[in-house]
């Protein structure tokens, strides 16, 4: 398959207005592809790269070459050049990169070169979700939507399930099952924003503690044990605190679902940057261990000595997590048999106020007849969580891409230090409607001081409201912060730059 095809599709799914035009534009796709090159196909239309990292920045994307006159390149053309620039390192690394790289462009047309520049530097924005993706790829071949999905979310690939479907049909679907060893994709929780809502919502369910920690998935066949992060990459040899609790629980076979966290001495969890940063370490873990011990624990079990218990309901699977873990390797939780009890709601509220005086994130209410949707934000999981908010200054904008393209986009945003100047926090495009990005673009135009081909320096007058999940250390910002999961609540043209948040406010939250 020609890379002009992807680009093509691409820009197509972008300018789509619904979820049907998507997916059929996918369908088509698929049903034009061989099945041995769809996992890439997938991949790059939901603007990520097999390889995850290629070492490329935009820098290096800068200055490019002229663009080939006509379509020449293939997929498989462009996945063995990222492969490439993958395992390029060592001295003279970026120049060899550089060639590498003008060598592959050279060969792309315009409109590909637009396209490799956005998924290279990635902001390819398209829209082209893998939920799209699922429904067209059943499309493609006649398959039952739910049935795709399902074998997504067991087999821990589109693209393997894609590349089977296409080259069998739908029978394929039926090899995709649950099976120790092989993880599967995590379900994962919508928002409430608050507690009672969720109750009222749910019904009867379990309240439990939100930890910010590591979401790990591990699996025990015997004296085998293996350790899984939520994208599913295989993370045992880090984490031997994981691997000891699972060997040691009363079962032969186990998949566990749960989380990773450190404590310090007073009790209080450590900052998840301290915990993320120990995982990813691939040096000295028996070192890492001894200075930063990390603390499992689990909160659900989806197979069982031989069982498959996706589809029993949460009670039933968390008396089977009880039989073969002891508690203090279990997340703490009440359960909430009747919300309309008004003693039973009260318990659950100081049962949440309690989790949070105790330093974690919030509670995650989870309904107790709820099977495991593996794979999906399933509507009977609903985390609860304090919202933080600060005033914050726009000191600039980068141009948008996709659907945002000619609008100003990513905000830089910047908290006020006691000498009157800004410090720069962080970025963010979240929480934007195009009513909010037409009128950004022109309010922070009229406030460039500078104009940069990623968009525009502004005067540090206009304040926004952010909200933001938490504060943690980065060496990216000059104050050595940066804001998570930031996006924009409101526009405040009541409040002056002076009246902004501080960088001592922000700081003050990093516990």
């Known amino acids: 398959m020609l890379l002009a095809q992807i680009a093509r599709t691409s820009a197509r799914i972008a300018d789509a207005p619904g979820r049907n035009e998507k997916v059929a534009l996918l369908a088509e796709l698929f049903r034009q592809a061989e099945p041995g090159e769809v996992p890439v196909v997938v991949t790059y239309l939901a603007g990520r790269l097999p390889q995850r990292r290629t070492g490329v920045g935009w820098s290096t994307l800068r200055e490019l070459p002229p663009p080939a006159a006509g379509p020449s390149l293939t997929i498989t053309d462009v996945d063995r050049a990222f492969s490439g620039l993958a395992r390029v390192s060592g001295k003279g690394a970026q120049a060899e990169r550089k060639r590498q790289l003008d060598a592959l462009m050279s060969a792309a047309t315009e409109d590909e070169q637009h396209f490799l520049v956005r998924l290279l530097g990635g902001e390819l924005r398209q829209g082209a979700l893998d939920a799209f993706a699922v429904e067209g790829l059943a ?55 608050e507690l009672d809502e969720a109750l009222d919502k749910l019904g009867p369910c379990a309240v439990e503690e939100k930890l910010d920690g590591i979401r790990v998935q591990v699996h025990k066949d015997g004296d085998r044990v293996r350790v899984y992060t939520r994208t599913l990459e295989e993370i045992t040899d880090r984490l031997p605190e994981a691997a000891e609790v699972v060997r040691e629980a009363g079962a032969g076979q186990l998949v566990l679902d749960g989380e990773v966290i450190a404590l310090a001495d007073d009790g209080w969890p450590r900052p998840f940057q301290e915990v993320s940063g120990r995982v990813a370490s691939r040096l000295d873990v028996a070192a890492a261990s001894s200075e930063l011990p990390l603390h499992p624990v689990f909160f659900d079990v989806l197979y069982l000595d031989g069982r498959d218990l996706l589809d029993l309901p949460s009670v039933e699977r968390h008396a089977a997590l009880a039989g073969v873990l002891p508690q203090e390797r279990r997340v703490r939780r009440v359960t909430v048999c009747d919300p309309a009890d008004r003693e039973a709601r009260s318990a659950a509220r100081a049962f949440a106020e309690e989790v949070l005086a105790r330093g974690h994130e919030g509670v995650v209410v989870k309904a107790l007849d709820a099977a495991y949707s593996a794979g999906r934000r399933g509507a009977s999981w609903l985390k609860v969580k304090p919202v933080h908010t600060l005033d914050l200054v726009v000191l600039g904008a980068e141009w948008g891409h996709g659907r945002r393209a000619g609008k100003l986009s990513n905000l830089h945003l910047g908290a006020r230090r006691a000498d009157g100047t800004f410090a720069m926090l962080g970025k963010t495009f979240k929480g934007l409607t195009d009513a909010v990005l037409a009128w950004q673009t022109e309010r922070l135009r009229g406030l460039a001081v500078a104009e940069e081909p990623w968009g525009v320096v502004v005067r540090p007058e206009q304040v926004v409201e952010i909200a933001f999940d938490g504060v943690q250390r980065s060496t990216r ?18 409040k002056r730059p002076e009246e902004a948040d501080t960088v001592e406010a922000v700081t003050a939250l990093l516990r």
């Open 477 to 494: 910002y000059p104050e050595g912060v940066t804001l998570r999961f930031a996006r924009v609540v409101r526009y405040r043209d009541d």
């Open 139 to 193: 499309a493609a071949v006649g398959a039952e939507p739910g049935e795709v999905r399902r074998a997504v979310m067991l087999g821990g690939s589109l693209g393997a399930v894609a590349e089977a479907l296409l080259a069998e049909g739908p029978p394929a679907l039926s090899r995709f099952r649950l099976e120790v060893g092989r993880p599967v994709l995590p379900m994962l929780a919508h928002t409430a924003g």
